[in-house]
Structures are given as C-alpha cells and as structure tokens.
C-alpha cells in the first residue's frame, strides 16, 4: 500500500495557470499584481478592511504584536495548547506570555479562565482557533473591553470557519492567517495579517518591508523585517481563494466519514462536530486516546507509520518547552488538559487531496492497532 501522507495539498485549479503568468511576466517578486488582489480578496472574505501579505503565519504574528506596540513591560495572555510561534512572537516583542489551560471538549482556550489571569501588565489577550472549532469568541472581546487590553486573534487555521455566522478573521484589533501546504488555502508559504484600523495596515506594511522611510529609500527609523511575500506565492493564493467553499465542503465530508467509521471504537475521543456557535471545519481530524490505552500518542503513532498512515502528534504546550524551562519560566504552572492532550492527542491524515477510499484504509489501520 503506498503511505498516505499525514497532508497533501490540492493544486488543481488556476494554480499552474496564475503561476506560468507570473513566470511570462517576469512578476516574481514581491511586487505585481497578484499580491494586491490576494490581499484584497482575502482581507474582503474575512470581513476585514485591510490584508497585508507577509511570508507565513509566524511572521504575521511577530509583526503584529510590535504594530500593536506590545512590548517590554507587558503580559499577553495566550492558550498553552497552541504553536510556538504565538508565544516566541511575545518574547520576541519582549513581552511575557500568560498561559491559559484548555477546555477539553474543544480544545481550545477555556475562556472561563482568561480573566483571573489580568495583572496590571496585561496588555493584549490572543484568541487561537484550534484545528476546527473556533474559540468561544464573544466572552474574550467582553473581557478585553472591560479591561481596555488588546486582541490578537490566530485564525491560522481557520480559513472559511465562522463563529456566530461572523468570519474567523474578523475578530479583536488583528487576525493572522497561515498559508502553509496543510492548511485549507495554500501558497507554499505565506501569512497574512488582516486589520481595520488602516494605520495599523501602514505600520504592518512598514515592518513587513524593513520600514523603509517613505521619504529617502534606506533610511529608517526603526527596524522592521523582510517579511514579504511574492507575487508567485500570491498567484497561488488568489487560484486556491477561489475554492475556498468548494475546500470546506470536503473537509467537513471527510470529518463527517472520519467520525461515521470510527465513533463505535471504545476509548477513541473524536473531535467535536459542532458547538452552540460554530460547525467544525476540520483543519485536521485529531483524536485522543483514552486511558483505558495503556499506550500513548506516540506509541499509536510509531504503529500507524508502521502501517503506511501518516499522522502528527498534537501541540505541546507551551508552559512546558524546554527553551522557557531552561530561562526557568513557567516551572510552577500545571495545564492539565493541555498536558494530557499533548501526550494522548494525534491527527490522522487530513489533506485536502485525500480520498474516501484512503479514509477508509486509514480508518481499518486505526482498528487494528486499537483493537
Ligand atoms: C495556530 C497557528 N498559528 C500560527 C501558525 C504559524 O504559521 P506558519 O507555519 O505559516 O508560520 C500555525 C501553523 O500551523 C498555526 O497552526
């Protein structure tokens, strides 16, 4: 049997034609006319005034704790079950991230917890959508209203997903969105950081591309980075925007296959088709094994591969990285779900080049190595 990769993109769209354009044009850098309209499309379909197009979606997250002036001084409080790039954009900033536990149904921040984490340094709270369902949004804006703190929502795997029928992407001061190969829209690499306020979109911009000063080209008051994107990249997005519901359709089939084989197996937690608010989107299809298991995610893992399935263990949490334990940050905090989630918790295959016929295969795997 060949392995089924844990993601493979679908390219069969205007991809190859948008790219060729590029190539005939001689617009591969990050100057032409695709990133434009990709910025403007995608920030349109998100419910957002601005888009800027950076290079992936941890850059975005850098550049827009610095564009909201977050910095040495302040606490931003974020969910420990997420990926490093939330809380080094934070320390990076010379902030100090606060971790929140999560909820164990759906995996991410359990808001219940957020606001006895504000001190007199909280300055923003940053909301991360996890693998399907969104965050319960609305009690987190209250929160940060009541408070006057900031918010960052990392919608990076939440293309197309809505909360309350409102686009992920829509929410707090600034939204972030990956465009890694796994995720519903691709462009290879690539991010992009979406806003309202249009001086923040001018700041993005400014440190996107090294904050050259407006007036005298390579001079600069202040140091930004080389985030750009590229038109090719861009050409890309623009081919895979244009099937964005096309891609969530089939991603809430293969969730819905997933779950319709494998709910009878005793002792494998499934994810949440669906909370009051939202229906998951499935940017992956994790499960968690229960204790009854006297193995652990990895262990599935290493048997599953041995199979020819590809999977990926879930996150590890952040209060429990070895680069924060060795600055010896973080030693007295206990996350117990995340922390059973990181040790019990793995994906199955999920791309969107997956077949129901490869779902079937992945789901006869998981039965034998569970049974
Ligand atoms: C929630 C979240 N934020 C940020 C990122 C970082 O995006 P990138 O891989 O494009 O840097 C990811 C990547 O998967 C993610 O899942």
Redesign the pocket.
Known sequence: MKFIAVNEPLLDGNEERYLVECVRTGWISSEGPFIKKFEEQFSRRVGRAHGVAVA??????DAAIVALGIGPGDEVIIPTF??I??AAAVVRAGAVPVFVDCDPSTWNMDVAQVEAKITKRTAAIMI???YGLPTDVDPILQIAERHHLKVIE????MHGQKYKGLPCGSFGDVS?F???P??HITTG???MIVMNDPALAERCRSLRNLCFKAEQRFVHDELGWNFRMTNLQAALGVAQLERLDEFIAKKRRMGALYTERLQDLAGLELPLARTEYAESVYWVYGVVLHERFNFNAKEAMARLAGLGIGTRPFFWPMHQQPVFKRMEWFEQIRCPVAERLATRGFYLPSGLALTEQQIELVVAAVREILQ
């Not at 990392?154 to 795997?157: G, R, T, V, W």
């Open positions: 992936n979606g941890s850059v975005a997250l997420t990926i790039s939330c991360v959508h996890i990392d919608a990076a795997e972030i990956s465009f890694y796994n995720k690499e690539g991010g």
